[in-house]
Nanobody, 123 residues
Framework: QVQLVESGGGLVQAGGSLRLSCAASERTFSSYNVGWFRQAPGKEREFVAGLGKIRGIKYYADAVKGRFTISRDNAKNLVYLQMNSLKPEDTAVYSC????????????????WGQGTQVAVSS
């Protein structure tokens, strides 16, 4: 059982940056693919970014491509989401997830979830 805890959310002005962190409880965390999702009020949860355990392949939703960067530090059991050039439409609760499916973009393909951290971007 992998436990995930996100941190780093907050309120930022449009054009600003935030870095989210996701801490995992298991030393086997490096054997999982990881992803970030977000859910805005009244909307469904959507995929943001993913990072494969094999060859470190990174993939992003079109809405964040070029602005967000996903990375991981397996030695520390951490996953990061660097968010630059933030827009008001990026406002949401951001959650990290871990699973075994390769290049997964559906939340159904992830087995473990954190509780999320709130990101609010003001215009």
């Amino acid at each position: 059982q992998v436990q995930l805890v996100e941190s780093g959310g907050g309120l930022v002005q449009a054009g600003g940056s935030l870095r989210l962190s996701c801490a995992a409880s298991e030393r086997t965390f490096s054997s999982y693919n990881v992803g970030w999702f977000r859910q805005a009020p009244g909307k469904e949860r959507e995929f943001v970014a993913g990072l494969g355990k094999i060859r470190g392949i990174k993939y992003y939703a079109d809405a964040v491509k070029g602005r967000f960067t996903i990375s991981r530090d397996n030695a520390k059991n951490l996953v990061y989401l660097q968010m630059n050039s933030l827009k008001p439409e990026d406002t949401a609760v951001y959650s990290c997830a871990a699973g075994t499916r390769i290049l997964a973009k559906s939340d159904k393909d992830y087995d473990y979830w954190g509780q999320g951290t709130q990101v609010a971007v003001s215009s």
